[in-house]
């Protein structure tokens, strides 16, 4: 199942991608019959009232609607996409979770895993234009695939962390390389407006192989600057959600970006970051591409792919078992 949110007039509409059609999950979930209540008002409401035996039947259900009327239905390159998820609780990003890229940095290897996290309004689609505030001078790529937690997690151990997964999507971590000014600053670097591009599709790992071996590059400009696979990570993304669920509870739709390769502007020579007009294409095998285009920097305040709505509300009756 792949999974996208997109702009429909002035409202968000969560869709499921059946050969590039995008069919509405609310009709998908109606048209399926389902004996659950499920609400699928939102990709993160659906992941809370279903698990993966009513994804197959949602799946279905699209698959016939699009295949009855496929131009009753809006292609994925016609619509302004936002994140798979818009409205996620966490954003929590793992830094120096490269061998290689720590390596490059002159850093030694973390212990244990290191968390920042982002925030709402650092959210924003694919194929979105950012624009950096006028303080980011030396904005850098970082890609990276995230995880979607599907269910509620809490204590979780690595071997059955998978099954709080949802699936995977991809995240462009932008950074402001200029604001570095030690551990106490990661945020500021980090956690700016727009540096959270996400997208294009959260896809269920049913699609996907083995998430130990994904590759994934990163290209600016049609040039590959990134390139190498989750081989390379210090900790897998199942002793990233057991060492978080160890304090923090992970609900439906939180993400969790797994740390980037090796490649990045900072540590090129001479060194590399973006400008005006530069495209950045994030590339993983079986999820797809998320492009970013980098606009004029801006001061306009920047509300997030939710408008301004809420991050997240209250989210009743879930269940607190792992998706069977």
């Not at 968390?115 to 001078?137: C, D, N, Y």
């Not at 600053?185 to 980090?190: G, L, R």
């Not at 994030?282 to 305040?301: F, H, K, N, Q």
Request: negative net charge; aromatic residues 4%.
């Amino acid at each position: 199942m792949r999974l996208t949110t997109y702009m429909d007039g002035t409202h968000e509409l969560p869709t499921i991608v059946v050969e590039e059609r995008l069919c509405p999950l609310e009709i998908a979930v109606d048209r399926a019959n389902l004996t659950t209540d499920v609400d699928a008002t939102s990709v993160r409401r659906l992941l809370a009232t279903t698990g993966k035996a009513d994804w197959e039947y949602i799946t279905r259900s699209a698959e016939q609607l699009v295949a009855a009327d496929p131009k009753a239905f809006p292609g994925i390159d016609s619509v302004a996409l936002l994140p798979p998820v818009p409205d996620p609780q966490k954003i929590l990003c793992l830094a120096l979770n490269s061998k290689a890229h720590c390596q490059e940095v002159g850093v030694p290897q973390p212990a244990i895993p290191w968390f920042f996290p982002k925030w709402p309004t650092s959210l924003t689609g694919h194929r979105a234009t950012v624009h950096p505030a006028p303080a980011v001078t030396q904005l850098d790529w970082e890609g990276e695939i995230a995880v979607v937690i599907g269910a509620n997690a809490k204590c979780v151990s690595a071997e059955r962390a998978l099954e709080y997964i949802a699936g995977v999507t991809i995240l462009n971590d932008l950074s402001a390389r200029n604001l570095i000014r030690g551990i106490e600053t990661i945020a500021v670097t980090k956690a700016g407006d727009g540096q959270a591009p996400c997208g294009p599709a959260l896809v269920t790992l049913d699609e996907l192989g083995d998430l130990s071996e994904l590759r994934y590059r990163t290209l600016v400009n049609g040039v590959i600057k990134q390139d190498g696979s989750t081989a390379d990570y210090i900790f897998g993304i199942e002793e990233a959600i057991a060492s978080i669920s160890r304090v923090i509870t992970l609900i439906p739709g939180d993400i969790i970006s797994m740390g980037t390769l090796p490649g990045v502007g900072l540590c090129r020579s001479p060194q590399e970051f973006l400008n005006e007009g530069d495209v950045v294409d994030i590339e993983v095998d079986g999820v797809g591409t998320l492009r970013t285009t980098i606009g004029s920097p801006s001061t306009a305040p920047q509300l997030g792919p939710a408008a301004g709505a809420p991050c997240y509300d209250a989210v009743t009756d879930v269940s607190h078992a792992p998706i069977r």
